[in-house]
């Protein structure tokens, strides 16, 4: 099975930084990787699949990069909205899509 | 609107049984893969199980699998999720997810609120 970690497991930041979340695969999944974002008491939000595609309506701050093991979710210009626990999840190694543990975004 | 109604979510004992459902309108459902994913509160999202839009492909996480069974029917809109065996560390708040485009490659793009199961007795 392939596995997902995402460093750092948690950050603080302040309104205006840029924040980047790395997530690592333990093995290659091309570019078959999805972020979500979740708030609490919220459903997840889909923001970017295949690695690099936003999603309509999500803001153009958040971007996401990589292919094979390596992939990175950047916020440029991090908002009060922007809040939650990020996720990643391979979809790659159909049927079983695995997600990353999550990392927490916070007020510093 | 796209909407996925979750239901059938409740208090059951160990070992017992559970069917959840997920209704769901605003788009043909019979073009679409579906997935179930659960979040433990406070813990991460764990991803489930997943069917193809004609039943053909099934998967499960290996935390589930020989217990849990995925269902769709699509002629009534309907996912559905046969837990049995339950163990208490099955509870969580399970999703239904609909997979964005064909196939399974884009993630999911509508969750529905969810259906909270609780194993304890």
């Known amino acids: 099975d392939i596995q997902m970690t995402q460093s750092p497991s948690s950050l603080s930041a302040s309104v205006g930084d840029r924040v980047t979340i790395t997530c690592r695969a333990s093995e290659s999944i091309t570019f078959h990787l999805s972020w979500y974002q979740v708030k609490a008491g919220k459903a997840p939000k889909l923001l970017i699949s295949v690695a690099s595609t936003l999603e309509s309506g999500v803001p153009s701050r958040f971007s996401g990069s990589g292919s094979g093991t390596d992939f990175t979710l950047t916020i440029s210009s991090l908002q009060p909205e922007d809040f939650a626990t990020y996720y990643c999840q391979q979809t790659y190694s159909s049927p079983r899509f695995t997600f990353g543990p999550g990392t927490r975004v916070d007020v510093k | 609107e796209v909407q996925l109604v979750e239901s059938g979510g409740g208090l059951v004992q160990p070992g017992r049984s559970l069917r959840l459902s997920c209704e769901v309108s605003?788009?043909?459902?019979?073009?679409?893969?579906m997935h179930w994913v659960r979040q433990v509160p406070g813990k991460g999202l764990e991803w489930v199980s997943c069917?193809?839009?004609?039943?053909?492909?099934?998967g499960y996480a290996d935390s589930v699998k020989g217990r849990f069974t995925i269902s769709r029917d699509n002629a009534k809109n309907f996912l559905y999720l046969q837990m049995d065996s339950l163990r208490a560390d099955d509870s969580a708040l399970y999703y239904c997810?609909?997979?964005?485009?064909?196939?399974?490659?884009?993630?999911?793009?509508?969750w529905g609120q969810g259906t909270t199961v609780t194993v304890s007795s």
């Open positions: 605003g788009f043909t459902f019979e073009n679409f893969a």
């Open positions: 069917i193809s839009w004609n039943s053909k492909v099934i």
């Open positions: 997810a609909k997979a964005k485009g064909t196939g399974w490659s884009y993630g999911m793009d509508v």
